[in-house]
Nanobody, 116 residues
Framework: QVQLVESGGGLVQPGDSLRLSCTASGSVFRMGWYRQAPGKQRELVALITDNLANIVTYGDSVKGRFTISRGAAKNTVDLQMNNLRPEDTAVYYC???????????WGQGTQVTVTS
């Protein structure tokens, strides 16, 4: 089972930036972030898949503002969040799959709050 350690998050104002980081225990095939706001379903923020094409997928609400990147060791991902909005307020969860088709693992979550 993949173990995930998250860092980052916090309280910021609209328009500010934050960076989240996640480290997995060992190599993983797919890694990224989801988020869940109070009373809402968990939704995709960004995923990166380690294949020849190195596919990146973003949720529609964050396209153009958030950028996911993977470390050289390929067991870390960073999520750079720019131009944050109050609607970005949520608990952000790191997600990783060891191999394609396997059940993924979740981090413990980190709170991001955007408020003036």
């Amino acid at each position: 089972q993949v173990q995930l350690v998250e860092s980052g998050g916090g309280l910021v104002q609209p328009g500010d930036s934050l960076r989240l980081s996640c480290t997995a225990s060992g190599s993983v095939f797919r890694m990224g972030w989801y988020r869940q706001a109070p009373g809402k379903q968990r939704e995709l923020v960004a995923l990166i898949t380690d294949n020849l094409a190195n596919i990146v997928t973003y949720g529609d609400s964050v396209k153009g503002r958030f950028t996911i990147s993977r470390g050289a060791a390929k067991n870390t991902v960073d999520l750079q969040m720019n131009n944050l909005r109050p609607e970005d307020t949520a608990v952000y969860y790191c997600y990783a799959q060891r191999r394609s088709g396997q059940v993924g693992a979740w981090g413990q979550g980190t709170q991001v709050t955007v408020t003036s």
